[in-house]
């Protein structure tokens, strides 16, 4: 590389003096003179950069003398996509202190540095990024100080960090002798003109020019080069609070991808913690400033790679079967819709559940170790398929009272407990392996928390490891809880959880006895749920003989809440055989439970009708996350009130019509019995027209509807002479009903602890001109819902005695 240093703006046409050069850090680097008058290259570059100047960029074209100030690092990490690479600024917080442990020696001796939220590991001197809490590609960091642009670029990407080096020392050089129009030549063939302290611009060689350009002229179409990143447009994201409130789990439903981008349940987490932190900045905001206030933590629990691993070797088995055509719907299908034949098959299902129990228990002892201060609550998010593993695992969890048990149990020197990992492996036939995984400090408990991945990375093979982590993990989360499989909870039997109206419904006896019959010649399922006797109406001697039972593993901590986002727990429990969920049943460990979803999800059920049947209830509408309702549903609204008013008034008009035109002769009319007034006379009137226009109420077709109004006169005379002995009763709405009592309000079973379950979300305007459009969509959406995450943070805040604000519009 070398600096030229331009005739404009020179303080003399000499060489630079023996203080210019002294500036000059870079040993490689030589000054010449001065740039000759003559030179074909300078004056092809000047005019290409007057194009590109405009009239406010001339007026501070005048040299100015500054004093020279240290540019101000900022960290950046690289994002790369399937067809971009982008650089996103770390929050100040985050960079500040990456550049503290910079300052420190970081690039002597290995430093590592929590960033965002302590879910990713900075090593400084290696400059990469490391994800904590699930497997992902190291990405790359950057110290940056200089930035550049092109003319198709749309964000401004840094320069390597040895390049911005060179940048800032000749940058110094300009700023301390005010010497402009200087010129840096790197051995790439890129050349850098530095104008004025603000017009820098980058040259690339042709050969370096990635799109084909038509004309010369856009060969040497330059970059734009800014200096600092208080200089460019980029957004640095707010820091997050250290201290952690509660500790969300979130697991995914069936598939790798959990939207429409096909992005992965990392990716979408990660949204949705983004707008829960937006969110309590906006709705909690003097709570924070008070210091009341932390933040919610979201952890995503993969399960799907897992099952799809070489571990089961599934995947290999079903290509085997597959078909040729249609491949890419074919694979899609293998990879999705199978999840849900797998969650029914005894020995997937097994599978499923172990390994959803064990990555939430390894991350709850992850997130533990790294924030030994957290004393908060932790909750369960389930999406479609995994709302409903979550809800076999809550119902299959222990109380205090069934642990004790274990643990007298467990003082048995048989018990699984005191096995050992020699004995374990001298018992599986793989003894060799023990000095390996004493060598890295591994017991029976240490060993059921790693993936297959741990295992290999130690140097163990295919097969043993296969054998190792299915029989751990199955003896550290199963086999020390089978003694005490036995029903537990309400300890009412069978019928009292299938209840029924008195209204001719058979007795509770009778539908219990049908059920156990059913159920007892089912050879379908595959699920042992015996918890289900807890009122929920599934006990374990409906599985027929010779099936296999899913041993449900524990969970190492009771949750607070557990949220369905598009959930179909309602039609599997119906599929079960399960006709209703006793009203007194909660989870033995989980005492709240919401139920949410999008009016046009296609995947969603209800659960409140499976609760109280004999009460026809509307979910609860989740209120928008600026607190109103969308504007689109108050129209809505308002054009039904407005439609019926119009249809009341227009029959209201052809009642008084009618009235005039068709009234029988007084004298034809029968008398007026003693102790009947006038009034009771014009109600018969009414009934008449009550007759006529009912079905105008109950959408019957407008041929009909006339003919009935022809026959008006003669429903008239009927109702005078048979006013007595007339039954029915008909009811329009065309005169004004009276306000209507607020109902009590009615306690929906213990799940949520009386409260109610089923919450419904708003659509959005363009979502109401077509459902069917908008179907698939719908069932993908709650990762991406500002108002399912403020409904989170509300039932989670408000059980602390946190003020919830509403912000002004």
């Known amino acids: 590389m070398s600096f030229i240093s331009g005739e404009h703006g020179d303080k003399s046409p000499t060489a630079p003096p023996a203080k210019t050069q002294d500036l000059l850090k870079n040993p490689g680097a030589n000054v010449t003179a001065e740039i000759p008058c003559a030179d074909p290259v300078s004056p092809t570059l000047d005019e290409a950069t007057a194009d590109l100047i405009s009239p406010f960029e001339m007026l501070n074209m005048e040299p100015v003398a500054p004093p020279y100030q240290v540019v101000q690092p900022h960290w950046f990490f690289c994002r790369r996509t399937d067809d971009n690479t982008y650089w996103s600024p770390f929050s ?105 302290p603000k017009l820098i611009m980058h040259y690339q060689p042709i050969g370096m020019q990635e799109d084909w350009v038509s004309s010369p002229s856009e060969h040497t179409r330059p970059r734009t080069v800014k200096r600092g990143v208080d200089n460019i447009a980029v957004e640095i994201p707010d820091g997050e609070p250290e201290k952690v409130d509660h500790l969300v789990f979130m697991v995914h439903g069936i598939g790798p991808a959990c939207d429409l981008r096909f992005r992965s349940i990392i990716q979408c987490v990660n949204d949705f913690r983004s707008a829960s932190l937006s969110l309590l900045a906006s709705h909690y905001k003097h709570a924070q400033l008070e210091g009341k206030v932390g933040r919610v933590e979201f952890l995503p629990v993969n399960w799907h790679s897992a099952l799809h691993g070489d571990a089961t070797g599934v995947d290999e088995d079903i290509n085997k079967i597959t078909l040729p055509s249609i491949s890419r719907l074919r694979h899609f299908t293998n990879d999705t819709l199978l999840d849900l ?163 001719g419904n058979p007795s509770p006896g009778s539908e219990a006895q049908k059920a156990q019959l059913h159920r007892t010649q089912s050879i379908t399922s595959s699920v042992d749920y015996e918890y289900f006797n807890m009122g929920i109406g599934q006990t374990s001697g409906g599985i027929a003989k010779g099936q296999v039972s899913i041993d449900y593993p524990q969970l190492a901590f009771h949750p607070q809440t557990f949220f369905a986002f598009g959930s179909p727990i309602g039609m599997f429990l119906t599929v079960r055989g399960l006709k209703r969920i006793d009203p007194n049943y909660s989870f033995p460990t989980c005492k709240s439970f919401y139920n949410i979803y999008h009016p046009f999800d296609p995947v969603a059920y209800r659960i409140e009708p499976m609760i109280i049947s004999e009460v026809d209830l509307e979910p609860m509408l989740i209120p928008h996350h600026k607190g109103r309702k969308r504007m689109h549903l108050e129209l809505k609204d308002s054009l039904t009130r407005m ?75 009927r109702q005078y002479f048979q006013a007595e002995n007339a039954e029915a009763e008909y009811t329009t709405g065309l005169t004004e009903q009276p306000e209507q009592a607020e109902q009590p309000e009615i306690k929906v079973g213990m799940l949520n602890g009386g409260r109610r379950i089923d919450h419904v979300l708003q659509e959005k305007p363009i979502e109401s001109f077509n459902e069917y459009l908008f179907a698939i969509q719908s069932h993908l959406c709650y990762w991406e819902s500002e108002d399912t995450a403020l409904l989170l943070l509300k039932e989670i805040y408000d059980k602390l005695d946190v003020t919830f604000e509403q912000p002004q519009q």
Request: proline share 5%.
């Open 643 to 717: 439609s019926m008013d119009l249809k009341n008034n227009v029959l209201g008009s052809l009642r008084t019509a009618w009235q005039s035109f068709s009234r029988l002769p007084v004298a034809a009319l029968p008398p007026v019995d003693e102790g009947e007034t006038t009034i009771d006379g014009n109600s018969r009137e009414t009934q008449a027209l009550d007759e006529v226009c009912a079905p105008a109420q109950t959408g019957e077709k407008t041929g009909d509807f006339w003919t009935k109004v022809i026959a008006w006169p003669w429903a008239l005379h």
């Open 341 to 503: 034949f797998f969650y029914n098959s005894p020995t997937y299902c097994q599978t499923i559940v172990d390994t959803v129990a064990s990555e939430i228990n390894r991350l709850h002892t992850l997130f533990k170790h790294r924030h030994p201060a957290f004393k908060g609550d932790i909750s369960v998010v389930g999406h479609s398929l995994g709302s409903l593993i979550l809800f076999d695992m809550l119902t299959n969890q222990r109380t205090g009272s069934q642990s004790s048990s274990n643990k007298i149990l467990a003082d048995d020197p048989c018990h699984p407990k005191h096995d050992s990992l020699a004995k374990t492996l001298t018992r599986l036939g793989l003894q060799q392996y023990l000095p390996t995984l004493q060598a890295e400090n591994l017991d029976l408990e240490s060993l059921a928390l790693c993936q297959e991945n741990d295992l290999k990375d130690i140097g163990i093979p295919l097969g043993p490891r296969k054998k190792i982590l299915k029989n751990v993990r199955r003896k550290c989360f199963s086999e020390d809880y089978k003694a005490t499989r036995q029903p537990q909870g309400l300890g009412a039997p069978l019928q009292d959880s299938l209840t029924s109206e008195d209204n």
């Open 92 to 196: 100040r917080e985050d960079s500040d202190k990456l550049e503290n442990a910079y300052n420190t020696g970081a690039d002597r001796c290995e430093v590592v540095v929590a960033v965002e939220g302590e879910r990713y590991d900075v090593h400084v001197k290696e400059r990469k990024r490391y994800a904590v809490y699930w497997e992902q590609t190291p990405t790359e960091v950057r110290r940056c100080t200089w930035f550049y642009k092109g003319d198709k670029d749309i964000r401004f990407m840094p320069y390597p960090e040895d390049f911005s080096n060179s940048l800032e020392e000749a940058y110094m050089i300009s700023v301390t002798l005010d010497e402009w129009k200087r010129r840096l030549d790197f051995a790439t063939g890129e050349t850098v003109i530095l104008h004025n």
